[in-house]
C-alpha cells in the first residue's frame, strides 16, 4: 500500500510508523505539513492510498481528505476530541487512555472510527507515555486501520456518543490556567500530576523564587519538606521546591521571554534567585541523582538518566567518574543502562545554545563525550554491554556502540547518523566503531542514509548484537540475566582476552587517537569554520523553529530518481 505520512514532525511515533510500515512492505514517503499547496503536490506526486496523519497541528483541507482516505492518528479514547487530549488525561488522573485512527471529515476528531486501542497510563511525563504506551498502541491501531482498508468488507463505524464504549468527548484545548499550581494546597502528587501533563510542552508557568519560569521535569523528592512554594534546596542542576506534605526536584524550567526561551537546568533558569539555598551534594541519598551505580553479583550497572538524553560537558564528565569507580569493583561485566526514555541523544545542544561561546562549549561537549568513549573502548578489565531500552540518536548511539555489546529492545527507534544537525561530521569514534561492527559499505551507507532504524534493522547491520522484549520490564530482566550468564559463562576468560587482543591489533593497524584526531578536526571546522550551518540548525533545533521543507530523504516522491523508477514500477 502506498502510504502518505503528513507530520507537523518527524517525532517519535512517526518515526516508529514509518520503520514498521516500511517493514510490513507498504511503499511510505513522509511530507511535512508546511501548507497547503505542498501537500497537494505531494498528493500529486505520489498517489498514496491512504494520507496517514501521526502528529498533525491543523486541519487537513477538504479538498483534500474528500478526493482520499486520510486518517488522523488522535492520541485519545474513542469520541475524545480536541488538541490537548493526553494532557487532560494526566491532569485528570485517568487509569486508562487509549489512541483512536479516524478519518479526516469537516469536523476535527469526529469522522468515521477505523480503529482504537487502549494502555495503562503510567505516572510519567506526557512525552514519555507518548513515546511509550501511546506509541505502542498507536501502532497496534494503524495497522488494523491498515488492515480494514484492505478488507473490502470493512466499514469504519461512525462516531455515537450513544454507545456504550464510546467514554471520550470534546474538551477545550488545556490552558495554563488548568495548570495552575496552588502551592499552598496542592500536594507533591498533585504538583507532579501538573507538570508530567504538560512536559515536554508547554510546562507549567509558576512564580519559583520570586521568577516566573515554565516548569518541567518534575521528580518526587524523597525525604524532604519546606515552606510550600519555596526553594528549599538545590542538588546538581535541580532545585528542590516544597510542597503542602512534602517536596518536590524540578529539573529543568523555560523563561518565557526573551533570549533562550528553550530548556535549561533549573539552576541555570533561576540563577541570581537563588541566594542562601542549602545544597544536597549531587550523590547523596535525598540528591538529585541523574546517575546511580548498582551490583548484583558480577554485573555491575550504571544508569544515566539524563533529560531527553542529552549528556553536557559536565553530565559527560561526572558519568566519566562514575564509569571509572566502576571499574575499580570486583565485577566482571559493566552495563551502561542509560536512563529510562533515552540512552542518549549525544551532545546537549541546549546547553550549547545558551553558552557564551557556542564554539567553544561545543568543542568542550565533544571532547568530553570523546572521554567517555575512549574510556568505554580501552577497558580492558571488563566486558561492557549497552542495554538500550530507550531510543537514541548520533552520537548516542556510537557511545553505545563503544561498548562490546549493544542490546536493544525490540521497539527502540536509533537515528545513527549527525548530518540533520547541520552536517555536522560526528565524532565518539564512529569512523572506528561503525565499519568495524558493520562493515565498510554498511558503515557508509548507516552514515549517509539519515533515516531512522529499528532495532531488528540495527541488528542486521551489526550496529546491534541482539535485540529482545517488548515492554522495559521484560528487557530489564532479560539483560540481567544474560549479563549475568556472559559474567558466569566459562568462556569469560577468553573472551575478556580476545578483546584485548583486538584491541591491541586495532591499536597496531591505527591508533585510537588517530580517529580521534581526525574526526575532531572536522568537528572543529563544523564548530569554528566559515560554514555556520551547525550553529544554524542547532538553533532551529532548540527554538523548534517550524521546517520550510521536507529532506528528500524523507520526502521520497520529490527524489527524482524515485519519479523515474519506482514510481513508475507501481
Ligand atoms: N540536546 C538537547 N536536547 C535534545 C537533544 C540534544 N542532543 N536531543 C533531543 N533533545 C530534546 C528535544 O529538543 C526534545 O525536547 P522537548 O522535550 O522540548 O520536546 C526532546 O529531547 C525529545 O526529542 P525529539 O526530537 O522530540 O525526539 P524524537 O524521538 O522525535 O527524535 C532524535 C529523536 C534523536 C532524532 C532527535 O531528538 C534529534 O535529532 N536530536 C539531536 C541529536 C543530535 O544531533 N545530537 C548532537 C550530535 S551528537
Redesign the pocket.
Known amino acids: 500500500m502506498r502510504i502518505l505520512l503528513l507530520v507537523h514532525?518527524?517525532?517519535?511515533?512517526?518515526?516508529r510508523l514509518f520503520v514498521e510500515l516500511r517493514d510490513d512492505g507498504h511503499d511510505v514517503t513522509v511530507e511535512f505539513d508546511i501548507n497547503d499547496g505542498t501537500l497537494r503536490k505531494a498528493v500529486e506526486l505520489f498517489a498514496p492510498d491512504v494520507i496517514l496523519a501521526p502528529f498533525l497541528k491543523r486541519a487537513i483541507p477538504a479538498d483534500v481528505w474528500q478526493n482520499h482516505l486520510c486518517l488522523i492518528v488522535h492520541p485519545g479514547v474513542i469520541g475524545d476530541r480536541g488538541p490537548s487530549a493526553l494532557d487532560w488525561a494526566i491532569l485528570e488522573g485517568k487509569g486508562n487512555w487509549g489512541v483512536t485512527v479516524l478519518q479526516a471529515k469537516a469536523e476535527m476528531d469526529a469522522g468515521p472510527i477505523w480503529a482504537s486501542e487502549t494502555f495503562p497510563v503510567r505516572r510519567a511525563s506526557k512525552?514519555s507515555i507518548y513515546?511509550t504506551e501511546l506509541t505502542e498502541a498507536a501502532l497496534v491501531a494503524v495497522r488494523k486501520a491498515i488492515a480494514g482498508i484492505q478488507t473490502p468488507e470493512f466499514t469504519p463505524r461512525p462516531l455515537d456518543y450513544s454507545a456504550p464504549d464510546v467514554t471520550g468527548r470534546l474538551r477545550e484545548a488545556m490552558v495554563q490556567a488548568d495548570r495552575r499550581i496552588d502551592w499552598a494546597n496542592d500536594t507533591s502528587e498533585d504538583v507532579l500530576r501538573k507538570i508530567h501533563s504538560s512536559?515536554?510542552?508547554p510546562g507549567v508557568l509558576s512564580n519559583i523564587a520570586g521568577k516566573s519560569v515554565f516548569l518541567?521535569d518534575a521528580r518526587p523528592a524523597h525525604g524532604l519538606t519546606g515552606t510550600a512554594g519555596e526553594v528549599i534546596a538545590t542538588s546538581g542542576t535541580a532545585v528542590c521546591v516544597g510542597t503542602k506534605d512534602g517536596a518536590i526536584w524540578i529539573g529543568h524550567a523555560r523563561e518565557p521571554k526573551g533570549e533562550a526561551t528553550?530548556?535549561l537546568p533549573t539552576t541555570r533558569v533561576l540563577s541570581g534567585s537563588l541566594t542562601e539555598v542549602p545544597e544536597i551534594p549531587i550523590d547523596a541519598e535525598q540528591g538529585y541523582q541523574e546517575i546511580a551505580y548498582s551490583e548484583r553479583g558480577p554485573v555491575g550497572t550504571l544508569r544515566f538518566d539524563f533529560?531527553?538524553?542529552?549528556?553536557s560537558s559536565e553530565q559527560c564528565a561526572r558519568l566519566l567518574a562514575a564509569y571509572e569507580m566502576a571499574l575499580t569493583r570486583p565485577t566482571k561485566v559493566l552495563m551502561l543502562a542509560g536512563g529510562s526514555d533515552?540512552w542518549s541523544?549525544?551532545?546537549?545542544?541546549?546547553?550549547?545554545e545558551a553558552a557564551d561561546n557556542a564554539a567553544e562549549e561545543s568543542w568542550r561537549n565533544?571532547n568530553a563525550?570523546d572521554d567517555l568513549a575512549e574510556a568505554i573502548i580501552r577497558t580492558e578489565s571488563h566486558l561492557t554491554i549497552a542495554a538500550m531500552g530507550g531510543?537514541?540518536?548520533?552520537?548516542?548511539v556510537f557511545l553505545a556502540r563503544a561498548c562490546d555489546l549493544l542490546w536493544m529492545r525490540g521497539p527502540v527507534?536509533v537515528?545513527p547518523h549527525?548530518k540533520?544537525?547541520g552536517n555536522?561530521y560526528?565524532?565518539?569514534f564512529w569512523t572506528y566503531l561503525l565499519p568495524r561492527h558493520c562493515g565498510d559499505e554498511d558503515a557508509q551507507r548507516i552514515n549517509q542514509q539519515r533515516l531512522?532504524m529499528a532495532a531488528t534493522e540495527a541488528l542486521s547491520l551489526g550496529l546491534a548484537d541482539a535485540v529482545f522484549a517488548q515492554s522495559k520490564v521484560d528487557f530489564d530482566a532479560e539483560v540481567a540475566k544474560r549479563a549475568d550468564e556472559l559474567a558466569n559463562a566459562p568462556e569469560y576468560a577468553d573472551r575478556l582476552r580476545a578483546k584485548s587482543d583486538q584491541r591491541q591489533a586495532d591499536e597496531q593497524e591505527k591508533p585510537l587517537s588517530a580517529y580521534r584526531d581526525e574526526e575532531l578536526s572536522r568537528m572543529r571546522r563544523n564548530f569554528y569554520g566559515f560554514d555556520t550551518s551547525y550553529h544554524i540548525a542547532?538553533s532551529d533545533?532548540?527554538r523548534?523553529t517550524k521546517k520550510s521543507r521536507t529532506p528528500v530523504t524523507l520526502a521520497r516522491h520529490r527524489d527524482k530518481s524515485w519519479q523515474q523508477t519506482d514510481r513508475k514500477a507501481s
Open positions: 514532525g518527524f517525532n517519535s511515533l512517526s518515526q512525552s513515546r512536559d515536554g510542552v518541567h528553550f530548556k533529560y531527553n538524553g542529552a549528556m533515552f541523544n549525544g551532545i546537549h545542544l541546549n546547553i550549547i565533544i563525550m531510543n537514541s540518536g548520533a552520537g548516542g527507534i537515528n549527525y540533520d544537525m555536522l560526528g565524532s565518539e531512522p542547532r533545533f532548540v523548534k
